[in-house]
Structure formats: structure tokens, C-alpha cells
């Protein structure tokens, strides 16, 4: 059974940094991309990154372009969000999901998620 | 910010047929995929593609696209199937992930 399982969340203060993992199983790990999701309390998903399946790509979203950075360990089957620079907007509920190779982005498997606070 | 739009929310009489919609340019060229979050929980995908559904997921959920709309239909609504409905697809122009905002289904 495929799982994912985040960790590193945690409560910061603004311009400091925290690095997320997302631990996978039961797939093959480098036949999939895998995307970071974040849910602010009380609001709707915001899309943050994609890591293509071999690592050949990376994107950001416009908010944390430049501050995060994704990346992935073949040997580990893990997938790390380094979030530098952090600010309160940055709080909320991230979560890993894989990516189903379709092409058009379906998310197939999520995480439980977890949680970052940004707060002085 | 959300490149896919949806209504903020939608309600159903339990037992009869919902559709949740979503447009945008990209649904032009790529399928939306669909997710189904409550209170608390991590979102769960429940149809993909033209129209396919994960294991476990109940037939009564099915999709459809027309253009730039993409369409989450229910039919014969349950109460457990109340919740914030999200859409998903690849962004033509950049290549990252365009999320809907979500609609929040009422079952009445």
C-alpha cells in the first residue's frame, strides 16, 4: 500500500528557516513525481511545488519562488521542502501528494500533512 | 491565487444529482482531476482523467468536460458526501498546478 508521510512542521519565527520530508512506500519511487500542497487555516488548497519523477524539473508557486526549495533523495524514497525566509502567510498545513504520471496533474496518494506556524 | 474557477458552494437535496463545475483555460487541453476534503483531513481524490474513479471510490461520482469547464457530478447525493470539492490540472502556460478554490457541498 502506497504511503506518504510528512514531518518537519513546526512553529518558527519570521526569516527563519524549517525543512519538511515526505517519506514514501510501497511504490516505486522514482516512477513518480511528487507536489507539496498547503491549506492556510480556515482557507482553501494552494498549490506550493512539483518535483518531476527523476528530479529533471522543479516548479515553484509565485508566492515561494526563490525562498523554497524542493528536492529529492533516490536512496532515501524521500522528498524535502527547505523553507527559508519564512513569513506568517506561510502558515498552514502542508502536505506531500504524488503525482500519477498522467500528465494533466492528479494527485493520487496525499499524506496526513504537517504543520507549520510562522509567528513572532 | 487560483487559476481554476469554482463556485463557493453548492447544496443538494439528499438523494438527488449535484453538479460541481470548474473552469478555466487550461481544462482546454488537460483534464481536471477531482478531491474531496473534510473537516480535518487530508484531501482524497475521487475521479481522474475522462472519467475514472480510484478504488473505493462509489460510482455515484463521475466527470465530464466541455471546453474549459470541467464537471463533478454526483448522483443520488449522501449525506456523506457533504464536504469542500477541489479540482486540479496542469497549467498550459507555466506547467505547475492550477487549483480550483474549492466548493463546499451542502446535503440537505
Known amino acids: 500500500q502506497v504511503h506518504l508521510v510528512e514531518s518537519g512542521g513546526g512553529v518558527v519565527q519570521p526569516g527563519t528557516s524549517l525543512r519538511l520530508s515526505c517519506a514514501t512506500s510501497?511504490?516505486?519511487?522514482?516512477?513518480?513525481?511528487l507536489h507539496w500542497v498547503r491549506q492556510a487555516p480556515g482557507k482553501g488548497l494552494e498549490w506550493v511545488s512539483l518535483?518531476?519523477?527523476?528530479?529533471?524539473?522543479?516548479y515553484y508557486a509565485e508566492p515561494v519562488k526563490g525562498r523554497f526549495t524542493i528536492s529529492r533523495d533516490e536512496s532515501e524514497k524521500a522528498v524535502y521542502l527547505q523553507m527559508d525566509d519564512l513569513r506568517v502567510e506561510d502558515t498552514a498545513m502542508y502536505y506531500c501528494?504524488?503525482?500519477?504520471?498522467?500528465?494533466?496533474?492528479?494527485?493520487?496518494?496525499w499524506g496526513q500533512g504537517t504543520t507549520v506556524t510562522v509567528s513572532s | 491565487s487560483s487559476e481554476l474557477t469554482q463556485d463557493p458552494a453548492v447544496s443538494v437535496a439528499l438523494g438527488q444529482t449535484v453538479r460541481i463545475t470548474c473552469q478555466g483555460d487550461s481544462l482546454r487541453t488537460y483534464f481536471a482531476s477531482w478531491y474531496q476534503q473534510k473537516p480535518g483531513q487530508a484531501p482524497v481524490l475521487v475521479v481522474y482523467g475522462a472519467d475514472n474513479r480510484p478504488s473505493g471510490i462509489p460510482a455515484r461520482f463521475s466527470a465530464s468536460k466541455s471546453g474549459d469547464i470541467a464537471s463533478l457530478t454526483i448522483t443520488g447525493a449522501q449525506a456523506d458526501d457533504e464536504g469542500d470539492y477541489y479540482c486540479i490540472t496542469r497549467d498550459t502556460s507555466t506547467s505547475h498546478a492550477a487549483l480550483g478554490g474549492g466548493t463546499k457541498l451542502t446535503v440537505l
Open positions: 518535483i518531476w519523477y527523476d528530479g529533471s524539473r522543479k
Open positions: 510501497g511504490y516505486i519511487f522514482g516512477n513518480h513525481g
Open positions: 501528494a504524488r503525482d500519477d504520471s498522467s500528465g494533466y496533474y492528479g494527485l493520487d496518494v
